[in-house]
């Protein structure tokens, strides 16, 4: 299968199935001979139960010291979930957008969708052992308000690997840690799962960020320049700053130190 009519058709699905559609033979059999044109973007489909809710029908997402509920635990994995469905689309969207971006950023955004898509596997299979169907809550649209605000691979890597799934380097193991406070250890070991599939996913952002920056420019600097104007620098972080991750994945003690200090204006 090319590479674009797998994008194509997770991208333009309006049914879930389609969705997490995996390349039929794997990987490594997709082709990536005729990547077409670029797409711009547009908010993709969905199916009827999992349209984006108006904001007077969305709960607000509970507050950390309540996850001794199970309800506040289901609300908060039933928001990652939705996150990652929301990544994936966008991923393909990347693959249809990008035709011209190297080929080893296209398999590595594949790779990428691959994971967001097990990934949301995990948190509805999750949802379900605790007794609720991935839908039955109201959805938001976080991560697509940014779309129409990227225009070219280095503002996909600064928007998309480098503050959304930045920031999870800090959100998985802080709601980890709650829920495992809380003796949810399925739960928590999901969180762990998704932390260090995240630290791969931002060592992806942050190895293309230093080749497709300008020479001479501090690699922050070129960071807060091509993050969405709705998703800046300050979005990287989450509750607990992690730093020992953030060199993981390949960012230096500058970069950490600027996103760390970071203001508005500034």
Same mark, same amino acid.
């Given at each position: 299968?090319?590479?674009?009519?797998? =994008?194509?058709?997770?991208?333009?699905?309006?049914?879930?199935?389609? @969705? +997490?559609?995996?390349?039929?033979?794997?990987?490594?059999?997709?082709?990536?001979?005729?990547?077409?044109?670029?797409?711009?973007?547009? %908010?993709?489909?969905?199916?009827?139960?999992?349209?984006?809710? $108006?904001?007077?029908?969305?709960?607000?997402?509970?507050?950390?010291?309540?996850?001794?509920?199970?309800?506040?635990?289901?609300?908060?994995?039933?928001?990652?979930?939705?996150?990652?469905?929301?990544?994936?689309?966008?991923?393909?969207?990347?693959? +249809?957008?990008?035709?011209?971006?190297? *080929?080893?950023?296209?398999?590595?955004? =594949?790779? /990428?969708?691959?994971?967001?898509?097990?990934?949301?596997?995990?948190? =509805?299979?999750? +949802?379900?052992?605790?007794?609720?169907?991935?839908?039955?809550?109201?959805?938001?649209?976080?991560?697509?308000?940014?779309?129409?605000?990227?225009?070219? $691979?280095?503002?996909? &890597?600064?928007?998309?690997? +480098?503050?959304?799934?930045?920031?999870?380097?800090?959100?998985?193991?802080?709601?980890?840690?709650?829920? %495992?406070? &809380?003796?949810?250890?399925?739960? =928590?070991?999901?969180?762990?799962? /998704?932390?260090?599939?995240?630290?791969?996913? &931002?060592?992806?952002?942050?190895?293309?960020? @230093?080749?497709? @920056? *300008?020479?001479?420019?501090?690699?922050?600097? &070129?960071?807060?320049?091509?993050?969405? *104007?709705?998703?800046?620098?300050?979005?990287? /972080?989450?509750?607990?700053?992690?730093?020992?991750? %953030? %060199?993981?994945?390949?960012?230096?003690?500058?970069?950490?130190?600027?996103?760390?200090?970071?203001? *508005?204006?500034?």
């Amino acid at each position: 299968m090319e590479m674009r009519e797998w =994008a194509s058709r997770i991208f333009c699905a309006d049914c879930l199935e389609e @969705k +997490l559609l995996a390349p039929p033979d794997g990987l490594k059999a997709l082709t990536d001979h005729q990547p077409g044109s670029p797409v711009a973007w547009r %908010r993709p489909p969905r199916p009827a139960h999992l349209q984006i809710a $108006p904001k007077n029908q969305r709960k607000k997402f509970p507050h950390a010291l309540s996850m001794a509920q199970a309800e506040s635990r289901i609300r908060c994995l039933h928001v990652f979930a939705n996150h990652e469905l929301m990544a994936l689309e966008m991923m393909a969207w990347a693959l +249809l957008a990008f035709p011209q971006a190297e *080929p080893s950023f296209r398999r590595g955004l =594949a790779k /990428i969708l691959l994971d967001e898509q097990r990934h949301f596997r995990l948190y =509805a299979e999750r +949802l379900a052992a605790m007794g609720l169907q991935f839908g039955d809550l109201p959805v938001n649209d976080h991560f697509w308000r940014v779309g129409s605000e990227i225009s070219n $691979p280095l503002d996909w &890597v600064c928007t998309m690997h +480098l503050t959304f799934e930045q920031s999870n380097l800090d959100h998985a193991p802080y709601y980890g840690r709650l829920f %495992r406070e &809380v003796e949810d250890f399925a739960s =928590a070991d999901l969180m762990q799962t /998704i932390f260090e599939d995240e630290l791969g996913h &931002v060592r992806f952002g942050s190895r293309w960020l @230093k080749h497709y @920056k *300008p020479a001479d420019v501090p690699l922050f600097e &070129v960071f807060a320049q091509h993050c969405s *104007p709705t998703n800046p620098p300050q979005r990287a /972080i989450g509750p607990e700053f992690q730093e020992q991750a %953030r %060199r993981q994945a390949g960012l230096d003690d500058d970069f950490i130190r600027s996103l760390q200090s970071w203001q *508005p204006g500034g």
